[in-house]
């Protein structure tokens, strides 16, 4: 079993639709990253959390902890938020994450 | 602009070339990484230097060789590589253990 798993692995919406992309990981954790990765292969951090809710913007990242669940949820979705969503869990006081497959998700105008 | 930069962006070798990818963060941080990222796979971390000094080593094979001269910047030596190998290579930066800014990265292709 994958220490990091996310669905949907692939996601298409329509502009405005609100998006969820799960994230269920085995082991326990002292944060959860959430990044992004456009077309051509950039990453963006868009969320550090080890408890409750975090919210920019548009974007709104959740953890349970008791649950090894975190959910990041887009509003308003627009087609320039079409990318590679990845959840990477970080364990302890360690430097190293553990990445998720990611979430493609397509948002058509 | 990340404040994390990578050259080159592309780069194309045989296997009996030797090269080095560069990193540069002008962000302040204090740990600096190396990610591989194969076509389909999840990111893979290679090494990360704290403060200078290499705290993980995720069972890299030697002809990946990485280089931390000072904060601000990280080399990833190259040689005798298989194609195998080709992927994108990203590099990173953190203050401590936070959250990491990540550079453009370099698309390694090995013929």
Known sequence: KN???QSPQNLTAQEGEFITINCSYSVGISALHWLQQHPGGGIVSLFMLSSGKKKHGRLIATINIQEKHSSLHITASHPRDSAVYICAPQRGSNYKLTFGKGTLLTVNP | ETGVTQTPRHLVMGMTNKKSLKCEQHLGHNAMYWYK??????LELMFVYSLEERVENNSVPS????ECPNSSHLFLH???LQPEDSAL???ASSRDR???YFGPGT???VT
Do not use: D, G, M, N
């Not at chain 2, 990222?37 to 999840?42: L, R």
């Not at chain 2, 002809?63 to 990485?66: A, C, G, H, I, V």
């Open chain 1, 3 to 5: 220490e990091v798993e």
């Open chain 2, 63 to 66: 002809r990946f060789s990485p």
């Open chain 2, 37 to 42: 990222q194969s076509a389909k796979k999840p």
């Open chain 2, 98 to 100: 936070v959250e990491q």
């Open chain 2, 89 to 91: 290579y990203l590099c």
């Open chain 2, 78 to 80: 190259l040689h005798t």
């Open chain 2, 107 to 109: 698309r390694l292709t």
